[in-house]
């Protein structure tokens, strides 16, 4: 597979804007560990083979074993998560498959149990920037496989 499309030569500010929500989303709180959870989970609804690459490389680096990665795709029948990563999980999907209708309340109530107001949003926030760099990195075909980890996350998130 070729890429289509160099974002970086092409049109610079395309990826400068979303590393911008990047830098907020580091600094916003949340575990970073939750945060690359759930973008991996995104990105594997999405089939983004760069950023499933990206995320299960990015985990793995921060310790995160291999029986929770490999249960991902079957987190609701898997012991490896907290109540408070599950309810991120279920956020995750129904944020990520609006095709299927709404977000339901269901799920709101959920999540809203175990997350405050803030950390919903910014949540939120997470799996709106991971939807977007699927697509731009599915649009593009960016090939998946090069990535390498930060040695730490400042030198990542910038």
């Given at each position: 597979?070729?890429?289509?499309?160099?974002?970086?030569?092409?049109?610079?500010?395309?990826?400068?804007?979303?590393?911008?929500?990047?830098?907020?989303?580091?600094?916003?709180?949340?575990?970073q560990p939750l945060m690359d959870l759930?973008?991996?989970?995104?990105?594997?609804?999405?089939?983004?083979?760069?950023?499933?690459?990206?995320?299960?490389?990015?985990?793995?680096?921060?310790?995160?074993?291999?029986?929770?990665?490999?249960?991902?795709?079957?987190?609701?029948?898997?012991?490896?998560?907290?109540?408070?990563?599950?309810?991120?999980?279920?956020?995750?999907?129904?944020?990520?498959?609006?095709?299927?209708?709404?977000?339901p309340d269901v799920v709101y109530d959920?999540?809203?149990?175990?997350?405050?107001?803030?950390?919903?949003?910014?949540?939120?926030?997470?799996?709106a920037a991971i939807n977007g760099w699927?697509?731009?990195?599915?649009?593009?075909?960016?090939?998946?496989?090069?990535?390498?980890?930060?040695?730490?996350?400042?030198?990542?998130?910038?």
């Amino acid at each position: 597979m070729e890429a289509r499309i160099n974002y970086s030569e092409i049109a610079p500010g395309v990826h400068q804007a979303m590393f911008e929500l990047g830098k907020y989303l580091y600094r916003c709180g949340l575990e970073q560990p939750l945060m690359d959870l759930v973008c991996l989970r995104a990105s594997q609804i999405n089939g983004c083979a760069y950023c499933v690459d990206m995320h299960w490389k990015d985990l793995r680096a921060g310790g995160e074993g291999d029986q929770r990665l490999y249960g991902l795709d079957a987190w609701q029948e898997s012991p490896y998560y907290s109540d408070r990563e599950r309810a991120a999980l279920a956020w995750t999907e129904a944020v990520t498959n609006l095709h299927e209708g709404h977000v339901p309340d269901v799920v709101y109530d959920q999540v809203c149990r175990f997350f405050t107001k803030k950390e919903l949003a910014d949540l939120t926030l997470v799996i709106a920037a991971i939807n977007g760099w699927n697509r731009l990195n599915i649009a593009a075909r960016t090939v998946a496989g090069t990535y390498q980890p930060a040695k730490t996350r400042l030198e990542k998130r910038g």
